[in-house]
T-cell receptor
């Protein structure tokens, strides 16, 4: 199992550009999540999905969009990139969304918006 | 909503000493408290967790304690080793969504 994979590893965007961060998991997990990690701020939930076709907002969804057409893939779309979106982005998945909810994280995408 | 505070933000110990990281949470309905370890350039990885109906849990050199009345929980690492150097995050969960603390950078000096 590769677990959770993310591409790209690094990206530099100009203000106003758009891009999609890719996330794929091969563990047949129903739940998937996108977080951003800013220095000294922990991880903040952007969007999550409880299954194919179902997505919902987390703590900090503004400026982002997601889709979940398959169990395996959960891409994160940035429209009109802004410097405030400079961050490290982590995708995660879990088998359930219930009480015991071990989340498995990908290696992250480091995004800089200039 | 839930808020999780974590202290200290940095912690330096000598190899073989113990390390303690503390977290407080605000929502008394939170019922699951995991701890994640993040090594440089990698995503966080679960190292131990505790449910709200348990006061303490141990796994070899690591242990977690929970005080529901005071709404705080702690991570204890004994006999620290250089490979324990990493950033540690606590989290609180209600209904499956995790709210993370700010992280503690632990440095274990040989």
């Amino acid at each position: 199992n590769a677990g959770v994979t993310q591409t790209p590893k690094f990206r530099i965007l100009k203000i106003g550009q758009s891009m999609t961060l890719q996330c794929t998991q091969d563990m047949n997990h129903n739940y998937m999540y996108w977080y951003r990690q800013d220095p000294g701020m922990g991880l903040k939930l952007i969007y999550y999905s409880v299954g194919a076709g179902i997505t919902d907002k987390g703590e900090v969804p503004n400026g982002y969009n997601v889709s979940r057409s398959t169990t395996e893939d959960f891409p994160l779309r940035l429209e009109l990139a802004a410097p405030s979106q400079t961050s490290v982005y982590f995708c995660a998945s879990s088998a359930t969304g219930g009480l015991i909810n071990e989340q498995f994280f990908g290696p992250g995408t480091r995004l800089t918006v200039l | 909503g839930e808020n999780v505070e974590q202290h200290p933000s940095t912690l330096s110990v000598q190899e073989g000493d113990s390390a303690v990281i503390k977290c407080t949470y605000s929502d008394s309905a939170s019922n699951y408290f995991p701890w994640y370890k993040q090594e440089l350039g990698k995503g966080p990885q679960l190292i131990i967790d505790i449910r709200s109906n348990v006061g303490e849990k141990k796994d070899q050199r690591i242990a977690v304690t929970l005080n529901k009345t005071a709404k705080h929980f702690s991570l204890h690492i004994t006999e620290t080793q250089p490979e324990d150097s990493a950033v540690y995050f606590c989290a609180a969960s209600k209904g499956g969504k995790l709210i993370f603390g700010q992280g503690t950078e632990l440095s274990v000096k040989p």
